[in-house]
Protein backbone atom coordinates (compact mmCIF):
# COMPACT_ATOMS: atom_id res chain seq x y z
CA UNK A 1 0.00 0.00 0.00
CA UNK A 2 0.96 3.78 -0.70
CA UNK A 3 0.42 6.58 1.96
CA UNK A 4 0.77 10.25 1.07
CA UNK A 5 0.70 12.48 4.43
CA UNK A 6 0.68 16.14 4.20
CA UNK A 7 1.83 18.98 6.83
CA UNK A 8 2.65 22.49 7.17
CA UNK A 9 -0.91 23.87 7.05
CA UNK A 10 -1.91 26.46 9.79
CA UNK A 11 -3.55 29.82 10.10
CA UNK A 12 -1.75 32.86 8.28
CA UNK A 13 -2.51 36.49 7.78
CA UNK A 14 -3.45 37.35 4.46
CA UNK A 15 -0.18 38.67 2.57
CA UNK A 16 2.08 35.77 4.32
CA UNK A 17 3.75 32.42 3.43
CA UNK A 18 3.22 28.96 3.94
CA UNK A 19 5.07 25.48 2.96
CA UNK A 20 2.83 22.79 2.33
CA UNK A 21 4.76 18.99 2.41
CA UNK A 22 4.04 15.68 1.02
CA UNK A 23 6.22 12.46 1.89
CA UNK A 24 4.86 9.24 -0.48
CA UNK A 25 5.39 6.07 1.48
CA UNK A 26 4.98 2.31 1.08
CA UNK A 27 5.92 -0.30 -1.45
CA UNK A 28 6.68 2.56 -4.11
CA UNK A 29 8.56 1.54 -7.45
CA UNK A 30 7.96 5.11 -9.30
CA UNK A 31 6.38 7.68 -9.01
CA UNK A 32 5.26 10.11 -11.86
CA UNK A 33 3.16 13.45 -12.05
CA UNK A 34 2.75 14.80 -8.17
CA UNK A 35 0.85 17.83 -7.03
CA UNK A 36 -1.57 19.32 -5.17
CA UNK A 37 -5.37 20.13 -5.36
CA UNK A 38 -7.81 22.36 -2.37
CA UNK A 39 -11.00 21.79 -1.93
CA UNK A 40 -13.38 24.89 -0.10
CA UNK A 41 -16.30 24.89 1.91
CA UNK A 42 -19.17 24.17 -0.37
CA UNK A 43 -16.98 24.17 -3.43
CA UNK A 44 -15.43 21.19 -5.84
CA UNK A 45 -11.86 19.93 -5.62
CA UNK A 46 -9.51 21.73 -7.75
CA UNK A 47 -6.19 22.02 -9.42
CA UNK A 48 -3.43 23.99 -7.78
CA UNK A 49 -0.37 23.12 -9.45
CA UNK A 50 1.32 19.90 -10.50
CA UNK A 51 4.81 18.87 -11.26
CA UNK A 52 6.00 15.47 -13.46
CA UNK A 53 9.38 13.92 -12.06
CA UNK A 54 11.28 15.68 -14.87
CA UNK A 55 10.46 18.82 -13.20
CA UNK A 56 7.79 20.38 -15.94
CA UNK A 57 5.15 22.05 -13.72
CA UNK A 58 1.29 23.52 -14.32
CA UNK A 59 -0.07 26.16 -12.26
CA UNK A 60 -3.68 27.19 -11.74
CA UNK A 61 -4.22 31.01 -13.04
CA UNK A 62 -5.02 31.40 -9.28
CA UNK A 63 -1.69 30.04 -8.22
CA UNK A 64 0.44 31.59 -11.27
CA UNK A 65 2.92 34.03 -9.89
CA UNK A 66 2.56 33.29 -6.58
CA UNK A 67 3.11 29.66 -5.27
CA UNK A 68 6.10 27.43 -6.32
CA UNK A 69 5.79 23.61 -6.59
CA UNK A 70 9.00 21.45 -5.94
CA UNK A 71 9.67 17.53 -5.79
CA UNK A 72 12.79 16.07 -3.88
CA UNK A 73 12.49 12.40 -6.18
CA UNK A 74 15.05 11.10 -3.89
CA UNK A 75 12.53 11.79 -0.70
CA UNK A 76 9.52 10.31 -2.73
CA UNK A 77 8.38 14.23 -1.51
CA UNK A 78 6.95 17.30 -3.32
CA UNK A 79 6.37 20.75 -1.92
CA UNK A 80 3.98 23.63 -2.44
CA UNK A 81 5.32 27.12 -1.15
CA UNK A 82 2.95 29.87 -1.15
CA UNK A 83 3.27 33.55 -0.91
CA UNK A 84 1.09 36.42 -0.86
CA UNK A 85 -1.68 34.49 0.55
CA UNK A 86 -5.35 35.52 0.59
CA UNK A 87 -8.50 34.88 2.11
CA UNK A 88 -9.72 32.97 -0.99
CA UNK A 89 -6.88 30.34 -0.92
CA UNK A 90 -8.30 29.24 2.24
CA UNK A 91 -9.28 25.22 1.76
CA UNK A 92 -8.06 22.23 2.68
CA UNK A 93 -4.76 21.00 0.61
CA UNK A 94 -4.51 17.49 -0.66
CA UNK A 95 -1.08 15.98 -1.93
CA UNK A 96 -1.97 13.46 -4.96
CA UNK A 97 0.50 11.44 -6.58
CA UNK A 98 0.79 8.73 -9.46
CA UNK A 99 2.42 5.82 -8.24
CA UNK A 100 3.52 2.47 -9.53
CA UNK A 101 3.23 0.03 -6.30
CA UNK A 102 3.46 -3.43 -5.22
CA UNK A 103 0.57 -4.77 -4.04
CA UNK A 104 -0.19 -8.32 -2.50
CA UNK A 105 -1.21 -9.55 -5.71
CA UNK A 106 0.01 -7.33 -8.32
CA UNK A 107 2.09 -4.28 -9.50
CA UNK A 108 0.11 -1.74 -10.71
CA UNK A 109 -0.32 2.02 -10.98
CA UNK A 110 -2.87 4.10 -9.31
CA UNK A 111 -3.78 8.15 -8.30
CA UNK A 112 -3.34 8.07 -4.62
CA UNK A 113 -4.38 11.19 -2.17
CA UNK A 114 -3.25 12.52 1.32
CA UNK A 115 -5.66 13.14 3.98
CA UNK A 116 -5.31 16.84 3.56
CA UNK A 117 -4.22 19.56 5.53
CA UNK A 118 -6.17 22.86 6.45
CA UNK A 119 -5.22 26.12 5.22
CA UNK A 120 -6.53 29.29 6.37
CA UNK A 121 -6.04 32.85 5.75
CA UNK A 122 -7.04 35.91 7.70
CA UNK A 123 -7.73 38.93 6.32
Known amino acids: QVQLVESGGGLVQAGGSLRLSCVAS????????MGWYRQAPGKQRELVAT???????NYADSAKGRFLISRDNAKNMVFLQMNSLKPEDTAVYYC?????????????????WGQGTQVTVSS
Open 51 to 57: IANDGTT
Open 96 to 112: NAGVLAVTPSIVAKNDY
Open 26 to 33: GSILAIYD
